[in-house]
């Protein structure tokens, strides 16, 4: 079955109600008004990337940046 990833905000106290199993509501609305990510390679967090002390080149920093989100699946 093909996947949709999706980018929604709702309250934190919504999340962590659905975390620990305690959310009973519904988030309709939220997935409604959510934005599709499209196609993308790995998603990393760029405030992680630190090449200031030289040990690294910037496409090394880059490398080792902590992925957030998985490449997509090359499609057949």
């Known amino acids: 079955m ?4 999706l980018v929604i905000k709702i309250p934190e106290k919504i999340y ?4 620990d199993g305690t959310y009973c509501g519904t988030l309709y ?17 760029a405030s992680k990337i630190d090449c ?4 690294w080149t ?3 920093a880059i490398e080792y940046a902590p992925t957030i989100i998985e490449a997509d699946e090359v499609e057949s």
């Open 16 to 19: 962590e109600s659905v975390m």
């Open 58 to 60: 910037f496409m090394e």
């Open 52 to 55: 200031r002390n030289g040990a």
């Open 2 to 5: 093909k996947e949709v990833e």
């Open 29 to 45: 609305q939220e997935l409604k008004n959510g934005t599709p990510l499209p196609k993308h390679g790995r998603l990393i967090d």
